[in-house]
């Protein structure tokens, strides 16, 4: 504990507190990765790492035996290290329009005509909105409504811009939960 710097030996001072720094920053980045590696693993588990449901999907929490304990609020987050995050189809009705999205395209109908009759319908997207043909489109290439878990698509840090990660740098893991369609 220093408190104030040191007016007769400034310069030690700042060498001192340069190297402080340097070693708090070493000490932030190591546990980062820590925190990585233990995210890579859980989700070559199949569990979840962080995150929301996608539309038509709930989260829901295991206990430490991974049995089922409840569904998680939107927000949500588990109390206890090794209980694990993971998903299921909600069984609702956002489960079924995302089945019948699936349908239609099967049928050849273009993802405008669906989005088009999913706002007829008064069915609103996933945050509320109307549906358009770019949200159609996620849906049918979101590898969850097949089971599969899918973490690291994405790389960003504090006060930088997010990109996405090539694929062979994402973690896959097929059969992960049950699949919807």
Same mark, same amino acid.
């Given at each position: ?48 790492? @962080? ?7 709930? %989260? $829901? /929490?295991? =206990? ?5 304990? &409840? ?57 509320? @909105? ?7 489109? %996620? $849906? /049918?290439? =979101? ?5 599969? &878990? ?32």
């Amino acid at each position: 504990d220093r408190g104030f710097a040191d007016k007769k030996n400034k310069f030690m001072t700042n060498i001192q507190t340069a190297m402080e720094r340097e070693m708090a920053s070493e000490y932030s980045r190591k546990l980062s990765d820590e925190v990585f590696a233990g995210c890579v693993i859980i989700s070559k588990q199949g569990y979840s790492a @962080g995150g929301i449901a996608c539309y038509g999907m709930e %989260r $829901i /929490l295991l =206990n430490a035996d991974k049995k089922f304990e &409840r569904v998680l609020k939107k927000g949500e987050h588990k109390s206890i290290s090794n209980a694990r995050v993971t998903f299921r189809p909600a069984n609702d009705k956002t489960t079924q329009v995302v089945r019948n999205i699936f349908l239609r395209f099967d049928k050849g109908i273009s993802l405008d005509h669906i989005a088009e009759s999913l706002n007829d319908k008064k069915i609103p997207s996933a945050h509320g @909105g109307k549906w358009n043909k770019q949200k159609i489109l %996620r $849906i /049918l290439t =979101n590898e969850t409504y097949i089971g599969t &878990r899918i973490y690291n698509k994405t790389w960003g840090r504090l006060k930088q811009k997010i990109r996405s990660n090539p694929r062979i740098e994402w973690v896959i893991k097929k059969d992960a939960f049950p699949e919807i369609i």
